[in-house]
């Protein structure tokens, strides 16, 4: 993304509103917010594929398991899905109707994960499943979040560049930009993808 630029659409030409989104970003960047906010907007079921890593708490699901699940439901006719491993991006973003891509700092990282972890230190999380308890997670502060943008990150920028020719995609670059189209994000989906084409700036 261009330095200094916020956020970016790549557009589409639909006639009515999405039914199949994906949201992918980096731990702590909103994505569990903004997919409760759209599942209200639109109507539709939202699917954590943080559950899923999660199932066999305080064991961490196979690989295998978490992306067989996430493929099964992006096979349905409607959803949300609230994060998404790369090679299911790669493979099965075309089948969305839009995907919304966030990307902050590692700063902005540490910030919001820490938060939410002493939000709920020692309980569940609707988007992670009942058996999960939220603590301080050594994995999470010492390799998922400072690694993110060297080792995850580019993997997601390479299957949004297939994606892109196919499918609208929005992408946000800054925490305060993701805020401010999290709390009204309908025009500037609308306008993404071509059903209200009006020029929008979150």
Same mark, same amino acid.
């Given at each position: ?17 999405? &039914? &199949? ?29 943080? &559950?899923?890593?999660?199932? !066999? ?51 902005? !990282?540490?910030? !919001? ?9 020692g309980k569940s999380r609707a988007d992670a499943g009942p058996k999960y308890q939220d603590r301080f997670i050594h994995q999470l502060y010492f390799r ?10 580019? !993997? ?7 994606? +892109? ?14 805020? +401010? ?22």
């Amino acid at each position: 993304m261009p330095e200094g630029k916020q956020w970016r659409a790549f557009g589409g030409n639909m006639s009515q509103d999405p &039914r &199949r989104i994906i949201i992918v970003g980096a731990p702590g960047a909103g994505k569990t917010t903004l997919a409760h906010r759209l599942g209200q907007i639109y109507g539709l079921p939202v699917h954590h594929v943080d &559950r899923f890593w999660h199932d !066999r708490w305080p064991d961490i699901a196979p690989v295998t398991e978490v992306q067989a699940k996430v493929r099964a439901i992006l096979e349905m006719p409607e959803w949300i899905m609230d994060g998404i491993t790369p090679p299911e991006l790669a493979s099965m973003g075309a089948t969305a109707d839009l995907v919304v891509s966030y990307r902050i700092g590692m700063a902005a !990282r540490y910030w !919001r994960c820490a938060k939410r972890t002493w939000a709920h230190h020692g309980k569940s999380r609707a988007d992670a499943g009942p058996k999960y308890q939220d603590r301080f997670i050594h994995q999470l502060y010492f390799r998922t979040i400072p690694t993110w943008g060297t080792r995850i990150r580019p !993997r997601i920028e390479h299957a949004l560049s297939e994606v +892109r020719p196919q499918r609208p995609v929005i992408e946000f670059a800054s925490v305060a930009a993701i805020d +401010r189209f999290c709390a009204d994000p309908k025009p500037l989906i609308s306008a993404a993808l071509g059903i209200d084409p009006r020029s929008v700036t979150p």
